[in-house]
């Protein structure tokens, strides 16, 4: 028995019935054994799954030719500046990082002299994986153990300038799942218990707490709940099917509104697998979204070899852009992959000697990033700014 299985089956024994949540944040984080403290090698041809910076470093080259943009807007607009900001959240072995900054080096030399790269890495073994990728652009490379600590460990900036960004970041983020009992006309939060040797589904035996001293149930108002977070309408209650499943995420919806505080002035960006509030309620769409990935392939087998397969569930793109809006941003892009990377290489294409080199690997790179049957319709981009 793994280590791992052995602390969520303690768990589960202390606590009983386990949100899936706590076990998703468990089988994905847990310090020293949970997947992404163990799996460096995990994105790639050779990994579990495949992620556009697994493509080459077009990806990177092409974000830093957007970065460069907005950073000269800022100094446009603010020409006193003495620093401006790249924040990136989970940077896993730091290659996008070095994309990055290598391409602002060559082609953009005095903007990078004022760039402090900011890496929000809460794990000491990735950071020490991302350091050793990074050690080339060691002095203007900084990292920070929570989103909250840019500012908090510099006493004379309480605020950001620049650009705050994650790739396939929130889709990680423990979600918390439900299921809708169509005879009671409540949601219930399934969670993990054990079936004999093995973990298995189960409800949880304490709803959240409601919501205005509502009580819990009465059509599934209750804290994180879908109604709550969705606003779903009675006509749609009344013709959900019995189990229909969906996750909600306040993880995501957290760290979005964290990164949006702090911004004085500058971009906040995503790039993640995710649907609207229309997509994810679908007929056909009755299971939810969570996913397992191993070895390429997916499986709805989330609760199988916790800590060796990657767990994710698509992010609910329309309330992270409400969440944003109400902190004071404006939403400048919703854009699929393919969309938003065109957009850059049209202005690339029209200045072609402020990129560098685009050959036939440039051109085999972009076709994989956005092509609809590769990475261009499944990835979306949302941009706001202040």
């Given at each position: 028995?793994?280590p791992?299985?052995?602390?969520i089956?303690?768990?589960?024994?202390?606590?009983?019935?386990?949100?899936?949540?706590?076990?998703?944040?468990?089988?994905l984080y847990?310090?020293?054994?949970?997947y992404y403290?163990?799996?460096?090698?995990?994105?790639?041809?050779?990994?579990?799954?495949?992620?556009s910076?697994?493509?080459?470093?077009?990806f990177?080259q092409?974000?830093?030719?957007?970065f460069a943009?907005w950073?000269?807007e800022?100094?446009?607009?603010n020409?006193q500046?003495?620093?401006?900001?790249?924040?990136?959240?989970g940077?896993?072995?730091?290659r996008l990082?070095?994309?990055i900054?290598?391409w602002?080096?060559?082609h953009?030399?005095?903007l990078?002299?004022q760039l402090e790269y900011?890496?929000?890495?809460?794990s000491?073994?990735?950071q020490d994986?991302q350091?050793?990728?990074?050690?080339?652009y060691?002095?203007?490379?900084h990292?920070?153990?929570?989103?909250?600590?840019?500012?908090?460990?510099?006493?004379?900036e309480s605020?950001?300038?620049?650009v705050?960004?994650?790739?396939e970041?929130l889709?990680?983020?423990?979600v918390?799942r439900f299921?809708?009992?169509?005879?009671?006309?409540?949601?219930?939060?399934?969670?993990?218990?054990?079936?004999?040797?093995?973990?298995?589904?189960?409800?949880?035996?304490g709803?959240?707490?409601p919501?205005?001293?509502?009580?819990?149930?009465a059509?599934?108002?209750?804290?994180?709940?879908?109604?709550s977070i969705?606003h779903l309408?009675?006509?749609?209650l009344?013709?959900?099917?019995?189990?229909?499943?969906?996750?909600?995420c306040?993880a995501?919806e957290?760290?979005?509104?964290?990164?949006?505080?702090?911004?004085?002035?500058?971009?906040?960006?995503?790039?993640?697998?995710?649907?609207t509030?229309?997509e994810?309620f679908?007929?056909?769409?009755?299971?939810?979204?969570?996913?397992?990935?191993?070895?390429?392939?997916?499986?709805?087998d989330?609760?199988?070899?916790?800590?060796e397969q990657?767990?994710?569930?698509?992010?609910n793109?329309?309330t992270i852009?409400?969440?944003?809006?109400?902190?004071?941003?404006?939403t400048?892009?919703?854009?699929?992959?393919?969309?938003?990377?065109t957009?850059?290489?049209?202005?690339?294409?029209?200045?072609?000697?402020?990129?560098?080199e685009?050959?036939?690997?440039?051109?085999r790179?972009?076709?994989?990033?956005?092509?609809?049957?590769h990475?261009?319709r499944?990835?979306?981009?949302?941009?706001q700014?202040?």
């Open positions: 028995m793994s791992l299985v052995e602390i089956r303690r768990e589960i024994a202390e606590h009983g019935v386990l949100s899936f949540a706590h076990f998703m944040e468990l089988a847990c310090p020293n054994f949970g403290e163990v799996k460096k090698d995990s994105p790639g041809r050779r990994g579990d799954f495949y992620t910076v697994s493509a080459g470093e077009l990177g092409l974000l830093a030719f957007q943009a950073l000269d800022l100094m446009t607009f020409p500046l003495s620093t401006l900001n790249v924040c990136e959240a940077a896993h072995d730091g990082a070095a994309d900054l290598k602002l080096q060559a953009r030399p005095e990078s002299a900011r890496i929000i890495e809460p000491a073994r990735r994986w350091k050793a990728t990074l050690k080339n060691a002095p203007r490379v990292w920070f153990s929570n989103i909250s600590e840019l500012v908090e460990r510099d006493s004379v605020s950001l300038h620049g705050i960004f994650s790739n970041l889709d990680a983020m423990p918390h299921g809708w009992d169509a005879k009671k006309q409540e949601w219930f939060e399934w969670g993990v218990a054990l079936e004999g040797d093995k973990f298995g589904w189960a409800r949880c035996s709803s959240p707490a919501q205005g001293g509502e009580r819990a149930g059509r599934g108002t209750f804290e994180n709940s879908p109604s969705f309408p009675s006509s749609l009344d013709v959900l099917p019995d189990g229909y499943t969906i996750e909600t306040p995501a957290n760290w979005w509104r964290e990164a949006a505080a702090i911004l004085e002035r500058g971009r906040l960006l995503t790039i993640d697998y995710g649907l509030n229309d994810l679908s007929p056909g769409r009755t299971r939810g979204t969570l996913r397992a990935y191993s070895r390429q392939h997916a499986t709805d989330v609760l199988a070899n916790p800590g990657d767990l994710t569930a698509h992010v793109f329309s852009q409400s969440v944003g809006e109400a902190c004071g941003l404006k400048d892009t919703f854009f699929s992959q393919a969309q938003f990377l957009r850059i290489a049209e202005k690339i294409f029209k200045n072609p000697e402020s990129f560098g685009w050959g036939a690997k440039q051109n790179q972009f076709q994989t990033l956005t092509h609809p049957e990475l261009g499944a990835f979306r981009v949302l941009v700014s202040r």
